[in-house]
C-alpha cells in the first residue's frame, strides 16, 4: 500500500508541477517576445524553459523529500530535452522520417543550459524571490539580442515577469509540501 501511495503522490505532483512549469514558460517566453521582438524565439523558448524547469525542481526538492521529490525534481530537470523529444515526435510524423542528426547538439545545448541555471539555483534550496530576481537577470541578459540599451535588471523589472514565476515557485512548494504531508499520513 505504502508503494501505492508513493506512485499516486509523484503523479500528482509531476502533473501539477509539469502543467504549471509549461504554462509558466510559454507566458514569460510571450511576454519576452512580445516586448523584444528583435528576440530569437527558439533561444527565448530554450532558456526560459529550462530555468522555469530548474526553478521547479528547486521547488519540488524544497516542499518534499525522499524518492518522490527527488524524481519529480529530475523529471522537471529533464523536461526541456523532453519537450524537444514531443516536438521531434510530431515532426517524425509530419515527415515520416527519422530525427536530425542535428539532435545531439540540441541535447547537448539544453544540457549546458541546464547546468548553468542548476549551478546558480542550488539544489534542495526554495529559490525566493531575491534569489529569483538575481537569477531572472541573468535569464533575462542571455534572451535578450545584443546592443539594446536598456540593462537586463531594468528590462526585467519593466516587464514586471518576477511575480508570476515567484507565485508559481510557491504554487510548486506549497503543493510539494501537501503530497509531502499526504504521504507520511499513517494508514490503518
Known amino acids: 500500500m505504502r508503494d501505492d501511495i508513493s506512485a499516486g503522490a509523484a503523479a ?11 504554462t509558466t514558460a510559454q507566458e514569460v517566453a510571450s511576454a519576452v517576445l512580445r516586448e523584444i521582438p528583435e528576440a530569437d524565439p527558439g533561444l527565448v523558448a530554450e532558456e526560459t524553459l529550462t530555468m522555469i ?18 524524481l519529480v525534481a529530475q ?17 517524425m510524423l509530419e ?16 544540457a549546458r543550459k541546464k547546468a548553468f541555471y542548476a549551478v ?8 525566493t524571490a531575491r ?23 531594468a528590462r526585467l523589472a519593466r516587464m514586471a515577469l518576477l511575480p508570476d514565476v515567484d507565485r508559481h515557485v510557491k504554487l510548486i512548494y506549497e ?3 501537501r503530497e509531502d504531508a499526504t504521504r507520511t499520513i499513517p494508514s490503518e
Do not use: I
Open 12 to 22: 500528482r505532483l509531476t502533473a501539477f508541477a509539469v502543467a504549471g512549469t509549461v
Open 53 to 70: 524547469s530548474v526553478v521547479s525542481a528547486r521547488a519540488v526538492e524544497a516542499g518534499s523529500n525522499g524518492e518522490v521529490a527527488r
Open 75 to 91: 523529471t522537471l530537470l529533464d523536461l526541456p530535452s523532453s519537450y524537444h523529444d514531443y516536438l521531434l515526435g510530431g515532426s
Open 95 to 110: 515527415t515520416g522520417g527519422p530525427s536530425s542528426a542535428n539532435d545531439v547538439a540540441v541535447y547537448d545545448r539544453l
Open 120 to 127: 546558480h539555483l542550488g539544489a534542495g534550496q526554495l529559490p
Open 131 to 153: 534569489a529569483l530576481k538575481d537569477k531572472m537577470e541573468l535569464w533575462m541578459g542571455r534572451v535578450s539580442p545584443r546592443g539594446l540599451s536598456e540593462h537586463p535588471a
Open 175 to 177: 503543493f510539494a509540501r
